[in-house]
């Protein structure tokens, strides 16, 4: 993974895009599809079947370039993300609400405007998404830092919110894949990763003012908590800010194998601690702020950080 965050994905952190037309919109709902690479979605063979209208028209698709001059570098990737069975790409679209009733092809400042913009400058943070992933002759994968761009469609469609609103509750979770392909771009050589653009996004506004973020991207390059660090980016970005509020960090030797995994215990002794569920529950009620939300994990690793800086003290 080139790109994670250690803070878990949940809807209390999905980014709120603020638009000149769109204030504070709020994300209707969201899904993702993951699709291994090779393989083909089955979005075509279901929305021949079905008898829902659902056109988009696109525009022709462009790239968004880092707004300022990036670093030009090569990013090893761990040997985990060079498994062929991992290199998957991922589909993640939100629906967002028009709340001021603006129509958005009466305006020349529409949603893709303000979107390009913001996502042109998070990629001077975030500049290895706009280069290419190059495979080696050792089949590992290295990300070329070239500032080449992410791929952008904006499109269109005849089709308001709460029309798909009903549509969702009449046909359930088939409407994820009768809609899927036309609001996820997928041009010639997207179904690889090699030599391609790493992330595809697509902003379809719809009739009612409101809009469709959707995006596809490689999950060997960003998990799904780095992708809302970065999207939290673009938000601040489309706000106005001038840089995001956490950048992120490229520090590639923390993850490369060692050529040698021989290593020595400088400790004389070794003793291992059972955390059962008498001692978890001690641990809770030691901390009744955490009593409800925290993990098992997160306790255990909280104590251990606090008994280390309280023996960090005492030294």
């Not at 037309?21 to 690479?37: E, F, K």
């Not at 595809?200 to 719809?206: F, S």
């Not at 596809?216 to 660090?229: E, W």
């Not at 306790?299 to 003290?313: F, G, K, N, P, V």
Request: some cysteine; hydrophobic content about 40%; charged content about 15%.
């Amino acid at each position: 993974m080139l790109f994670g965050y250690l803070h878990s994905l949940s809807p209390s952190t999905t980014p709120t895009i603020n638009i000149h037309l769109h204030s504070h919109p709020t994300t209707y709902y969201h899904y993702r599809v993951i699709t291994h690479v090779g393989h083909h979605s089955p979005t075509s063979a279901t929305r021949q079947n079905s008898s829902l209208k659902f056109k988009v028209t696109r525009h022709e698709a462009e790239l968004i370039q880092p707004a300022k001059l990036t670093p030009n570098e090569s990013l090893q990737l761990s040997d985990l993300d060079s498994v062929n069975s991992l290199r998957a790409q991922l589909s993640l679209i939100h629906f967002y609400k028009n709340r001021d009733n603006i129509d958005p092809y009466l305006s020349s400042l529409g949603p893709s405007k303000v979107i390009k913009d913001a996502i042109a400058k998070a990629l001077v943070s975030y500049y290895p998404l706009a280069g290419r992933i190059r495979e080696t002759g050792e089949g590992k994968l290295v990300v070329e830092c070239t500032g080449e761009g992410v791929l952008f469609v904006d499109a269109c469609v005849d089709v308001t919110l709460e029309t798909l609103r009903k549509w969702r509750l009449e046909r359930g979770f088939i409407l994820h894949f009768l809609v899927l392909e036309e609001l996820v771009y997928d041009g010639p050589g997207s179904s690889g990763i090699v030599h391609y653009p790493l992330f595809i996004i697509q902003v379809t506004r719809l009739k009612c003012g409101g809009f469709i973020l959707a995006l596809k991207f490689i999950h060997i390059m960003i998990d799904g908590s780095g992708l809302v660090q970065f999207l939290n980016a673009v938000a601040e970005f489309a706000h106005g800010t001038d840089f995001p509020s956490i950048s992120p960090v490229w520090n590639r030797h923390l993850i490369i194998t060692p050529n040698s995994t021989q290593f020595s215990h400088s400790f004389d002794h070794i003793e291992s601690f059972f955390f059962g569920p008498t001692e978890m529950s001690k641990l809770r009620h030691s901390v009744p702020q955490l009593h409800v939300g925290a993990t098992n994990f997160e306790l255990i690793t909280a104590h251990i950080w606090r008994s280390r800086a309280m023996a960090l003290y005492k030294v």
